[in-house]
């Protein structure tokens, strides 16, 4: 069966991959991190997986197409939050669904100089920031946040890599 299932990771900027999809094909839906042990494990044919995790498992996998989940500045659904500036977070809350955005982030808290604590903790913002000074969501849930709670500092991550190495951002292939 594996043979005729798609992994889809359930984010709204993903739907276009999917419209009008046979319904020959079984899709099965999980978070990007997640999707990555699916394709190895063989459960499904292909899926959108991080770029971190492809360039991981290189070896095992082949990049189908040129389709990826790309940004050029601004992305909107890869944020940083906190109630203070990054420079002044002693912990940062790394989501559970993630791969390429936690490495992207510690990749900015490095290039800042900065060094603070990191937690894996479960994707919720309130939780999260119960817990430490920011917290990385993505997909929907940034895109929510972010509306939401518009009073929180919010650090586009997909802008700080465009803005520092003037290249787009690869999240996902």
């Known amino acids: 069966m594996w043979?005729?299932?798609?992994?889809?990771?359930?984010?709204?900027?993903?739907?276009?991959l999917y419209h009008g999809l046979s319904e020959r094909w079984r899709i099965l839906p999980?978070?990007?991190?997640?999707?990555?042990?699916?394709?190895?494990?063989?459960?499904?044919l292909?899926?959108?997986?991080?770029?971190?995790?492809?360039?991981?498992?290189?070896?095992?996998l082949k990049l189908v197409g040129e389709l990826g989940i790309v940004s050029l500045g601004h992305v909107g659904s890869v944020l940083l939050f906190g109630d203070r500036p990054p420079d002044h977070m002693r912990d940062i809350a790394?989501?559970?669904?993630?791969?390429?955005?936690?490495?992207?982030?510690?990749?900015?808290?490095?290039?800042?100089?900065?060094d603070p604590r990191t937690v894996d903790l479960g994707p919720d913002l309130k939780s999260m920031l119960q817990q430490c000074?920011?917290?990385l969501l993505i997909g929907d849930r940034a895109l929510r946040a972010?509306?939401?709670?518009?009073?929180?500092?919010?650090?586009?991550?997909?802008?700080?890599w465009t803005r520092t190495t003037g290249l787009p951002m690869v999240f996902g292939i």
Not at 94 to 114: A, I, V
């Open 94 to 114: 790394f989501p559970t669904d993630s791969s390429t955005s936690k490495r992207l982030l510690r990749w900015y808290l490095e290039q800042q100089g900065l």
């Open 146 to 160: 972010a509306s939401e709670y518009p009073s929180l500092v919010q650090l586009d991550l997909g802008a700080e």
């Open 3 to 16: 043979d005729r299932t798609i992994g889809r990771v359930a984010f709204t900027n993903c739907d276009p």
């Open 46 to 60: 292909m899926a959108p997986i991080p770029s971190a995790d492809f360039a991981k498992h290189n070896d095992q």
């Open 30 to 44: 999980a978070p990007p991190s997640w999707l990555t042990g699916h394709v190895v494990r063989r459960d499904c």
């Open 133 to 135: 000074d920011g917290a």
